[in-house]
């Protein structure tokens, strides 16, 4: 089993910057793929990046166009997201999530931290 804790979610001014933390428990986070996806009210969930086990060649969706990095820390069991120049359209609820095997299966989901932007 594998718990994932999202956290560094909040209120920002549209422009801002939020780091975005996804804490892993167990002892085989080096073992699974990770993502981040965000959820807005009435819309379907979307996918904004991912990270290898090894955290080579990160891949992220064409509409983020560089304002999102992804990132890894196997030692620390973390991986992370950080956002750039955030828009009001990117209030949603972000989750990470972890694939084991299976490329596009994602097996483990936390439970979401809200992200929030004022105009």
């Known amino acids: 089993q594998v718990q994932l804790v999202e956290s560094g979610g909040g209120l920002v001014q549209a422009g801002g910057s939020l780091r975005l933390s996804c804490a892993a428990s167990?002892?085989?986070?080096?073992?699974?793929?990770m993502g981040w996806f965000r959820q807005a009210p009435g819309k379907e969930r979307e996918f904004l990046a991912a990270?290898?086990?090894?955290?080579?060649?990160?891949s992220y969706a064409d509409s983020m166009k560089g304002r999102f990095t992804i990132s890894r820390d196997n030692a620390k069991n973390t991986v992370t997201l950080q956002m750039n120049n955030l828009k009001p359209e990117d209030m949603a609820v972000y989750y990470c999530?972890?694939?084991?095997?299976?490329?596009?299966?994602?097996?483990?989901w936390g439970q979401g931290t809200q992200v929030t932007v004022s105009s």
């Open positions: 990270i290898g086990r090894s955290g080579v060649n990160p």
């Open positions: 167990g002892r085989t986070f080096s073992n699974y793929a």
């Open positions: 999530a972890a694939s084991y095997l299976v490329r596009g299966t994602w097996d483990y």
